[in-house]
C-alpha cells in the first residue's frame, strides 16, 4: 500500500513539472543572443569583493561551462566557488526584455551584474536548500547593464556535497520576442515598505520613509532577503501629455505572488488570491501572469501628479514586482499586441494539485 502511494506520489510530481515546462514554453519565445558557454574564470574560497566589475580575475583558473568543477581539477571539493564571465552588448538592445541562462547550478547561486546583486536560487547554511534541478532563468534589468560597454556576470556557488558548479543547460543571454515596450515607462526607483495596512492606497499617505527599490527587480536583491508576507509600493508620476487623450493599461510585469493595485486612491484589480482568500501557495502560479489592468479614463490627472498603489503578497522564496515591462500603453495598442500574445489566465498549477490533494 505504501509502495503504490509512493508510485502514485512520484507519477504525479513527474507530471506536474512537465506541464510547468510546458507552460513556461509557451508563454514566452526567447531567441539566445549572446551565448556565454565556454570558458569562464574561476576560484574557490568566498570573498565579496570579487563581485564587483572591476576585480582584477587574470590570475584565477578557466574552466568549461556549463560541466561539474570536479572534472576540471577540483575532485571532491564542497564548499563555496566564484564564477566571472564578460559580454557586450549593443544599444539597440536597450529597450528589450533580457534574460541570463545559467542552466542548472548545484547547489546554490547568487548572481550578480556589474556588482549588482540581481538574482539567486536556493539558500546556503544554515538554511540550507538546494536548487541543483531549478532552471536558472533570470531577468537582467536594464538599469544595471553597460550597453555598448563590457559588462562583468559574478556567480556566487555553494555544493554542499557530490558534484558541484554550473553544471548543465543552455548558457547565455536571451531576448524575449514580441515584448511590449509601453508608451510611457514607469520603470525605475519606486517606494516599497513592508507590512500592511488599507492607508497605505491613499494618495495623501506619506511614504518618504519607506526605502527606494528599483522596479523591476525582486526585493530580496535589494534588502528584504528571506522576507516572505506583505509589501506595499509606490510610485507618483506625471502623465505623458500625448497619452492625456488615450485610453491606457497600466502594465506591472510579474508580481511573486499575489497584488492588488490602486490608481489615484481607486482600485483598479487584482490578479491572484491573498491569504484571506484561501490561497494556497504551494499551488498558486499567479506570479507567472503578466499583469496588465485597465485605468478608467476620468482617473488620472492631466496636469498633475498621479499615484500608483501596489499591495503585494509573498507566500514564499521569491517576491515582489520582479519583471517588465513596466508602464503605461495605449489601449489599442495592447489590443494589437494582445491578439499575437494572448495571455491565458490559466491555472494549471492550481487545478493539478487541487486533482490530486483536494481543497
Same mark, same amino acid.
Given at each position: 500500500? @505504501?509502495?503504490?502511494?509512493?508510485?502514485?506520489?512520484?507519477?504525479?510530481?513527474?507530471?506536474?513539472?512537465?506541464?510547468?515546462?510546458?507552460?513556461?514554453?509557451?508563454?514566452?519565445?526567447?531567441?539566445?543572443?549572446?551565448?556565454?558557454?565556454?570558458?569562464?574564470?574561476?576560484? !574557490?574560497?568566498?570573498?565579496?569583493?570579487?563581485?564587483?566589475?572591476?576585480?582584477?580575475?587574470?590570475?584565477?583558473?578557466?574552466?568549461?561551462?556549463?560541466?561539474?568543477?570536479?572534472?576540471?581539477?577540483?575532485?571532491?571539493?564542497?564548499?563555496?566557488?566564484?564564477?566571472?564571465?564578460?559580454?557586450?552588448?549593443?544599444?539597440?538592445?536597450?529597450?528589450?526584455?533580457?534574460?541570463?541562462?545559467?542552466?542548472?547550478?548545484?547547489?546554490?547561486?547568487?548572481?550578480?551584474?556589474? #556588482?549588482?546583486?540581481?538574482?539567486? +536560487?536556493?539558500?546556503?547554511?544554515?538554511?540550507?536548500?538546494?536548487?541543483?534541478?531549478?532552471? +536558472?532563468?533570470?531577468?537582467?534589468?536594464?538599469?544595471?547593464?553597460?550597453?555598448?560597454?563590457?559588462?562583468?556576470?559574478?556567480?556566487?556557488?555553494?555544493?554542499?556535497?557530490?558534484?558541484?558548479? !554550473?553544471?548543465?543547460?543552455?548558457?547565455?543571454?536571451?531576448?524575449?520576442?514580441?515584448?511590449?515596450?509601453?508608451?510611457?515607462?514607469?520603470?525605475?526607483?519606486?517606494?516599497?515598505?513592508?507590512?500592511?495596512?488599507?492607508?497605505?492606497?491613499?494618495?495623501?499617505?506619506?511614504?518618504?520613509?519607506?526605502?527606494?527599490?528599483?522596479?523591476?527587480?525582486?526585493?530580496?536583491?535589494?534588502?528584504?532577503?528571506?522576507?516572505?508576507?506583505?509589501?506595499?509600493?509606490?510610485?507618483?508620476?506625471?502623465?505623458?501629455?500625448?497619452?492625456?487623450?488615450?485610453?491606457?493599461?497600466?502594465?506591472? #510585469?510579474?508580481?511573486?505572488?499575489?497584488?492588488?493595485? @490602486?490608481?489615484?486612491?481607486?482600485?483598479?484589480?487584482?490578479?491572484?488570491?491573498?491569504?484571506?482568500?484561501?490561497?494556497?501557495?504551494?499551488?498558486?502560479?499567479?506570479?507567472?501572469?503578466?499583469?496588465?489592468?485597465?485605468?478608467?479614463?476620468?482617473?488620472?490627472?492631466?496636469?498633475? #501628479?498621479?499615484?500608483?498603489?501596489?499591495?503585494?503578497?509573498?507566500?514564499?522564496?521569491?517576491?515582489? !514586482?520582479?519583471? #517588465?515591462?513596466?508602464?503605461?500603453?495605449? +489601449?489599442?495598442?495592447?489590443?494589437?499586441?494582445?491578439?499575437?500574445?494572448?495571455?491565458?489566465?490559466?491555472?494549471?498549477?492550481?487545478?493539478?494539485?487541487?486533482?490530486?490533494?483536494?481543497?
Amino acid at each position: 500500500m @505504501w509502495l503504490n502511494t509512493m508510485i502514485r506520489y512520484t507519477i504525479h510530481i513527474a507530471l506536474l513539472l512537465l506541464l510547468i515546462m510546458l507552460q513556461a514554453h509557451a508563454q514566452k519565445k526567447m531567441d539566445r543572443v549572446i551565448d556565454l558557454s565556454g570558458d569562464w574564470k574561476f576560484e !574557490i574560497g568566498d570573498n565579496p569583493s570579487w563581485a564587483k566589475s572591476d576585480f582584477d580575475d587574470t590570475q584565477w583558473d578557466e574552466i568549461r561551462v556549463p560541466d561539474f568543477w570536479e572534472n576540471q581539477g577540483y575532485p571532491g571539493y564542497d564548499g563555496w566557488a566564484w564564477y566571472r564571465s564578460r559580454f557586450v552588448l549593443p544599444s539597440s538592445m536597450r529597450n528589450d526584455a533580457l534574460f541570463l541562462s545559467l542552466g542548472n547550478v548545484d547547489d546554490v547561486d547568487e548572481v550578480y551584474v556589474n #556588482g549588482q546583486f540581481f538574482a539567486f +536560487q536556493g539558500s546556503p547554511p544554515p538554511h540550507y536548500v538546494s536548487a541543483y534541478a531549478d532552471p +536558472q532563468w533570470f531577468y537582467l534589468p536594464a538599469e544595471y547593464l553597460r550597453f555598448n560597454g563590457e559588462n562583468v556576470i559574478a556567480v556566487r556557488v555553494y555544493d554542499n556535497e557530490m558534484y558541484g558548479g !554550473i553544471i548543465r543547460g543552455p548558457i547565455g543571454i536571451y531576448r524575449e520576442s514580441g515584448y511590449l515596450v509601453p508608451d510611457q515607462s514607469l520603470r525605475g526607483p519606486w517606494k516599497l515598505s513592508t507590512g500592511d495596512g488599507p492607508e497605505r492606497a491613499r494618495v495623501s499617505y506619506d511614504d518618504r520613509g519607506w526605502m527606494t527599490v528599483l522596479v523591476p527587480a525582486y526585493w530580496e536583491t535589494q534588502g528584504l532577503r528571506g522576507y516572505d508576507g506583505f509589501g506595499w509600493y509606490r510610485r507618483e508620476f506625471t502623465l505623458d501629455p500625448a497619452l492625456r487623450d488615450q485610453r491606457l493599461i497600466l502594465l506591472l #510585469g510579474r508580481i511573486d505572488d499575489v497584488d492588488e493595485v @490602486w490608481v489615484n486612491g481607486r482600485s483598479i484589480g487584482k490578479t491572484g488570491r491573498m491569504p484571506s482568500e484561501g490561497n494556497n501557495f504551494y499551488n498558486d502560479d499567479s506570479y507567472k501572469q503578466l499583469r496588465a489592468y485597465f485605468i478608467p479614463p476620468d482617473l488620472l490627472r492631466k496636469d498633475g #501628479g498621479n499615484v500608483i498603489a501596489v499591495r503585494v503578497y509573498d507566500g514564499f522564496m521569491h517576491g515582489g !514586482i520582479y519583471e #517588465g515591462p513596466i508602464g503605461l500603453v495605449r +489601449q489599442d495598442r495592447y489590443r494589437a499586441w494582445n491578439k499575437k500574445h494572448p495571455q491565458k489566465k490559466d491555472s494549471v498549477i492550481r487545478d493539478f494539485f487541487d486533482a490530486i490533494f483536494g481543497r
